[in-house]
Nanobody, 115 residues
Framework: VHLVEAGGGLVQAGGSRRVSCAASVNSLSINNMGWYRQPPGKERESGAV???????DYADSVKRRFTISRDNAKSTVYLRMNSLTPEAPAVYYCAAGATWPLSYWGRGTQVTVPS
């Protein structure tokens, strides 16, 4: 399973950005998909996850600001990020798997919100 993220870049403070992640397969291997972020020099942290059936869970830090969704027909998961605040560039990673913990990881896409 290969995961390819897209949509990162420079975003103005207070702005929005949608990142996407396309999987190379459409099977139970990607039953669960999610987004994680890693600021520089810090550990990777959970953002949001979604099951094939649409069950969603958000980390407290992104609740009410981020929205995760998926298109099962396209094997693609999205993360809509609103009200982005200035911070050091973070890499957003897509992950997928049949169960937990997720087994497959993308290479990440960087989102930068300059102050």
């Amino acid at each position: 399973v290969h995961l390819v993220e897209a949509g990162g870049g420079l975003v103005q403070a207070g702005g929005s950005r949608r990142v996407s992640c396309a999987a190379s397969v459409n099977s139970l291997s990607i039953n669960n998909m999610g987004w994680y972020r890693q600021p520089p020099g810090k550990e990777r942290e959970s953002g949001a996850v979604i099951s094939r059936g649409g069950t969603i869970d958000y980390a407290d830090s992104v609740k009410r600001r981020f929205t995760i969704s998926r298109d099962n027909a396209k094997s693609t998961v999205y993360l809509r990020m609103n009200s982005l605040t200035p911070e050091a560039p973070a890499v957003y990673y897509c992950a997928a798997g049949a169960t937990w913990p997720l087994s497959y990881w993308g290479r990440g896409t960087q989102v930068t919100v300059p102050s």
